[in-house]
């Protein structure tokens, strides 16, 4: 567990971390000299089972990044206040920001204690609880380093503070630096933001996204086969690339997929005015950038606003920034990530105010989930990284809750009926449009009916469409139930006739002509031979010329085959090979380019939808 100790320069931290750990802080520096070191700033004290660390860092500016390093694993801050000076500016610098950050808890120290009276004490912690009401329940401790006072009372309050790190998430550390140790190789220092990282574990890096092999640890400066949340570890990893290939504000992760994002939805939490589109630096874990700030909303207690980020970061739900201004000298907010890869378009409609809110308002990751869900299917990875959840976390998930898993995509009941019903829709206004067709293709009805969403998943709803019969498919082609066509008993003896006619041929065979070979009205004729095509038996390839099914689906798989080896066809190329006029060939090629099943870029034509016939 790591505990920031923050404070005004000389208010006693370093003495007061010496008597705590028996570690002087200044030297610190030397110990990298050794070997294996955790971190230049950080302290290390044994208690019963546990190790805790305290981060001592003077400057303002490195107070600011090493605390922010740390932050996925740091619950508790110790405010240091000196008993002969109080309250100076950098105090309250620092408590601005432990209180954007919102520790689970600030432990007030007054050091120094032996140089003054303790009726000036008094007035000291008066003096605070005034200025500073949200530190009024906060444990307040009176320490001397010099002689010893309160040092073991602070010892003992600390021993017994509750590690809240979530050591079941996946493994996900902060890279902050990386060094060479003679003998061992490449070391890289963090703290684990969560889960758990074991000796001979193979993680995954950030900007490189490939895997790298644990080869020691050592957690809390001690050596070990484990490092968990909440610990500050030094990790020696075995891997091909240089100590150049890795820098700080990278990332390892347990997790297979790891997304970086450079538009954010935040709440901000502001200590000062903040500006529509106002120029900002970012800082996150290890990482700094700069960025601009969009307001969207402002709230009686908060801003909800859009960052987007010069450089990506590898950011997740519920992580924690601080945002300074243009120059960087003035801290503007404390922010929580609401959401990463915020949409570009719609930006504050009042439908994405209600969403936001509702988000706001979610305290679990289930929660979360059902509403990502409700209008959208999502990559499981992204999911997974977004709420920082492992495999089994969200299967546990997915089985409590109305929500499915397909191939690699994460989607709720709400979205499958939704998309089902643009699908039925579609098909009915396709037969209402095109009565002389039996139906379409399953990927042209995606494209009709759900152009933007992930062609596997709305394919794997269709077939569910199929098994519960609200959709038919006949000789390939998906139609309505009740779009289902049958011959009479005349109409079948006719249609034996007209089989018999296109027999004798291999070209296409125009309803007058086929009139007059059997001897029947033109009308009557016309509407059997496309009630014949609405039951599949029948293609016109224009209007009043038709081809038999079986031909259209000889030519579709020698084009196919075609397509797949040479890539592209000619109009000519078609003739050629199947003996046809130019005429015929060209109206033939244009029938399969409005069927969804080729399509034309310039002179030549290429394949579009292979599952078609």
């Known amino acids: ?65 090493n605390m922010l390093a740390g932050l996925g694993g740091v619950d508790y801050a110790m405010l240091m206040v000196a008993a002969d000076e109080g309250i100076k500016p950098q105090t309250i610098e620092h408590l601005t920001l432990l209180r954007l950050l919102q520790f689970k808890q600030i432990i007030v120290v007054i050091t120094k204690a032996d140089r003054v009276e303790s009726e000036q004490i008094m007035q000291l912690l008066q003096k605070i609880h005034q200025q500073f009401p949200f530190l009024v329940d906060s444990p307040t401790f009176i320490t001397s380093a010099y002689t010893g006072t309160g040092i073991d009372a602070l010892k003992e309050y600390l021993s017994q503070l509750t590690n809240y790190a979530r050591q079941d998430k996946p493994f996900r550390y902060a890279i902050d630096r990386v060094f060479n140790v003679k003998g061992a190789g490449l070391v890289v220092t963090g703290t684990v933001f969560s ?85 900002v630096h970012i800082y996150h874990a290890a990482s700094h950038t700069i960025g601009k700030l969009n307001v969207l909303i ?14 990506p970061l590898f950011i997740a739900v519920d992580d924690k920034l601080i945002l300074r201004n243009g120059d960087d000298q003035q801290t503007l907010a404390g922010a929580k990530v609401l959401e990463i890869n915020s949409p570009k378009r719609h930006k504050r409609s009042a439908e994405r105010f209600a969403y936001l809110q509702k988000l706001l308002a979610c305290h679990h990751s289930h929660q979360r989930i059902h509403y990502y869900l409700q209008q959208q ?81 709305i394919l794997h709803l269709i077939e569910q469409l199929i098994a519960d019969k609200k959709l ?21 003896q006719l249609w034996l006739q007209v089989q018999a006619e296109f027999a004798k041929t291999d070209q296409p065979i125009w309803v007058r002509d086929m009139a007059n070979l059997l001897a029947i009205d033109e009308d009557q004729m016309r509407r059997f031979m496309y009630k014949a095509g609405k039951m599949g038996y029948l293609v016109p390839i224009v209007k009043d010329r038709f081809f038999r099914q079986e031909d259209i689906q000889r030519f579709a798989l020698w084009l196919k085959s075609y397509l797949l080896e040479h890539g592209a066809i000619s109009v000519n190329e078609v003739r050629d090979h199947f003996q046809f006029g130019r005429k015929l060939a060209v109206q033939l090629i244009e029938y399969f380019d409005r069927s969804g099943f080729l399509r034309r870029k310039g002179n030549v034509h290429l394949l579009r939808d292979s599952d078609s016939f």
Do not use: C
């Open 1 to 65: 567990m790591i505990i920031v100790t923050a404070g005004h320069v000389d208010h006693g931290k370093t003495a007061l971390l010496q008597t705590l750990t028996g570690t002087n802080a200044d030297r610190l520096p030397e110990e990298k000299k050794r070997g294996m070191t955790i971190d230049l700033g950080y302290a290390y004290l044994p208690v019963d089972d546990k190790i805790l660390g305290f981060i001592d860092v003077p400057g303002h500016e490195k107070f600011l990044s």
């Open 195 to 279: 889960g758990k990282v074991s000796v001979g574990d193979e993680v995954y890096l950030s900007d490189q996204q490939q895997t790298v092999r644990i080869k020691a640890i050592h957690a809390q400066n001690q050596p070990s086969t484990i490092g968990v949340a909440g610990q500050r570890v030094a990790l020696n990893l075995a891997m091909e690339l240089d100590k150049d290939d890795i820098s700080r504000g990278d990332w390892l992760s347990s997790l297979t997929t790891l997304l970086a994002t450079d538009r954010i939805t935040v709440a901000l939490n502001s200590v000062h005015t903040i500006q529509d589109s106002q120029a």
């Open 298 to 311: 402002r709230l009686p207690e908060m801003i909800l606003a859009e960052v987007i980020l010069d450089k």
């Open 377 to 457: 299917a999502l990559p499981l990875a992204q999911v997974q990284w977004m709420e920082q959840l492992t495999t089994a976390q969200i299967t546990s998930l997915q089985q409590q809750e109305t929500w499915h898993i397909f191939r690699d995509w994460l989607f709720s009941t709400e979205y499958q009926q939704y998309q089902q019903k643009l699908l039925l829709a579609a098909l009915e206004t396709f037969h209402q449009q095109h009565q002389d067709q039996l139906g379409v293709s399953k990927a042209r009805l995606w494209r009709m009916a759900a152009l933007n969403q992930p062609m596997p998943l």
């Open 472 to 492: 038919l498919q006949t000789n390939g082609w998906l139609h309505l139930p009740q779009h289902q066509i049958a011959f009479s008993a005349s109409e079948q």
